[in-house]
């Protein structure tokens, strides 16, 4: 079955700073990979997702980019700010949404 | 209206108890699925609902039993749970069909202890 790596499992950056998380795939098959972000008491949020015919995606201060031939995607969030502070998830689908393990991001001002 | 719905928001149980878990959407999406949450870990699936039908069981336990009696009700009936069942119980919907996969939205969740 899919299995997705996440890395890494904590990110401190200053505030303006950007921050970067990478995950890996191992289902050649999968082909929709969408990003989450779940603050305290909250359920996950979708921010991002991106699908197998694309490369990269934006929105704002948020990118996706996908490599289907290494089976690597990774979150970019620029200009950071204290509200980023989150735990955030990737994950990839094939028949059901498989998520990486988290990323505990923390925006210091 | 992109909201779900989940009540209640915290449940404590005892491991005799019977109670159910009730989540409401009302975006006309057809696949709805629940999805168990520990501390510090990701959701992990439990179920999927498509059309009002069950779809996809994660091997859960029978103690756990999905319920879906319309399409914008799923219901988490639950008996004789164990204290390692205690977490964040999580409902989620999406369309359906083709063109997908699509998004999922998250309910709020809820709070699970068994005592």
């Known amino acids: 079955g899919e299995n997705v790596e996440q890395h890494p499992s904590t990110l401190s950056v200053q505030e303006g700073d950007s921050a970067v998380i990478k995950c890996t795939y191992s289902?050649?098959?999968?082909?929709?990979f969408p990003w989450y972000k779940q603050e305290l008491g909250k359920g996950p949020q979708l921010i991002i997702d991106?699908?197998?015919?694309?490369g990269e995606k934006k929105d704002q201060r948020i990118a996706v980019t996908l490599n289907k031939t290494a089976k690597h995607f990774s979150l970019h969030i620029t200009e950071t700010q204290p509200e980023d502070s989150a735990v955030y998830f990737c994950?990839?689908?094939?028949?059901?949404?498989?998520f990486g393990p988290g990323t505990s991001l923390s925006v210091i001002p | 209206d992109t909201e779900v719905t989940q009540t209640p928001k915290h449940l404590v149980m005892g491991m005799t108890n019977k109670k159910s878990l009730k989540c409401e959407q009302h975006?006309?999406?057809?696949?709805m699925y629940w999805y168990k949450q520990k501390a510090k870990k990701p959701p992990e699936l439990m179920f999927v609902?498509?059309?009002?039908?069950?779809?996809i069981n994660e091997s859960v336990p029978s103690r756990f039993s999905p319920e879906c009696p319309n399409s914008s009700l799923l219901n988490l009936h639950l008996h004789a749970l164990q204290p390692e069942d205690s977490a964040l119980y999580l409902c989620?919907?999406?369309?359906?069909?083709?063109?997908?996969?699509?998004?999922?939205?998250f309910g709020p969740g809820t709070r699970l202890t068994v005592t």
């Open positions: 609902y498509s059309y009002e039908k069950l779809s």
């Open positions: 994950a990839a689908y094939y028949d059901k949404v498989i």
């Open positions: 289902d050649s098959a999968s082909n929709y």
């Open positions: 975006m006309g999406h057809r696949a």
């Open positions: 991106i699908r197998s015919n694309v």
């Open positions: 989620a919907s999406s369309l359906q069909g083709a063109g997908g996969p699509y998004e999922q939205y």
